[in-house]
């Protein structure tokens, strides 16, 4: 019993592991596109789609039939949405799991390095940067935003992949192409 629960356990602190795409999201996945949009029908599956590609690169860990961009040294990841709130809780639990289960989500638990992590300021339970190990050494960051923040935040740094969970304002869409 105590194995099957280990076996349970292991299970879902992997998901990367376990995701399928739809065939419809495989162009996507597969594109080599610098710049691309996912535009669906609203709870089908994008926001799980992307924070499964933002595993995969922030990891370095990639599925066999992958055909898509591919980074093979850690990256640094800006992700944004509309609220702090609507980061938590949509994204960041896309790829660290629900509140309280951190490691349930699509970046294994075991590649998150738990003592990097910084909480933001003013939103319970939301992170604003994370470390994640990458399979060929050193760490990848991601960092989250919203838009509310201002253009101001989304300013000085040079990273190798934004995701914008929603569109953004012009403003902040220029800025953040800038930094890539």
Same mark, same amino acid.
């Not at 922030?58 to 055909?67: D, E, F, N």
């Not at 990273?159 to 890539?180: Q, S, T, Y």
């Given at each position: 019993?105590?194995?099957?629960?280990?076996?349970?356990?292991?299970?879902?602190?992997?998901?990367?592991?376990?995701?399928?795409?739809?065939?419809?999201?495989?162009?996507?996945?597969?594109?080599?596109?610098?710049?691309?949009?996912?535009?669906?029908?609203?709870?089908?599956?994008?926001?799980?789609?992307?924070?499964?590609?933002?595993?995969?690169?922030?990891?370095?860990?990639?599925?066999?039939?992958?055909?898509?961009?591919?980074?093979?040294?850690?990256?640094?990841?800006?992700?944004?949405?509309?609220?702090?709130?609507?980061?938590?809780?949509?994204?960041?639990?896309?790829?660290?799991?629900?509140?309280?289960?951190?490691?349930?989500?699509?970046?294994? %638990?075991? $590649?998150?390095?738990?003592?990097?992590?910084?909480?933001?300021?003013?939103? =319970?339970? &939301?992170?604003?940067?994370? #470390?994640?190990?990458?399979?060929?050494?050193?760490?990848?960051?991601?960092?989250?935003?919203?838009?509310?923040?201002?253009?101001? %935040?989304? $300013?000085?740094?040079?990273?190798?992949?934004?995701?914008?969970?929603?569109? =953004?304002? &012009?403003?902040?869409?220029? #800025?953040?192409?800038?930094?890539?």
């Amino acid at each position: 019993l105590k194995a099957l629960e280990a076996l349970k356990e292991k299970e879902t602190e992997n998901q990367l592991a376990k995701f399928k795409p739809y065939e419809c999201q495989l162009p996507f996945l597969n594109s080599t596109a610098k710049i691309r949009a996912l535009v669906a029908g609203n709870q089908i599956g994008k926001t799980f789609c992307v924070s499964y590609e933002m595993a995969c690169h922030l990891t370095g860990i990639y599925p066999s039939w992958w055909r898509g961009l591919r980074f093979v040294a850690p990256i640094d990841v800006w992700i944004a949405g509309v609220t702090a709130v609507r980061v938590r809780d949509t994204v960041q639990e896309k790829l660290f799991g629900r509140i309280g289960k951190l490691g349930t989500g699509m970046i294994p %638990k075991n $590649m998150i390095v738990v003592d990097s992590i910084i909480k933001k300021t003013g939103t =319970p339970y &939301a992170f604003d940067r994370v #470390e994640i190990k990458h399979v060929n050494g050193g760490c990848s960051t991601v960092q989250f935003f919203s838009y509310d923040q201002g253009m101001e %935040k989304f $300013m000085g740094s040079t990273i190798d992949v934004a995701w914008f969970d929603e569109e =953004p304002p &012009a403003d902040i869409n220029a #800025e953040v192409k800038m930094r890539l």
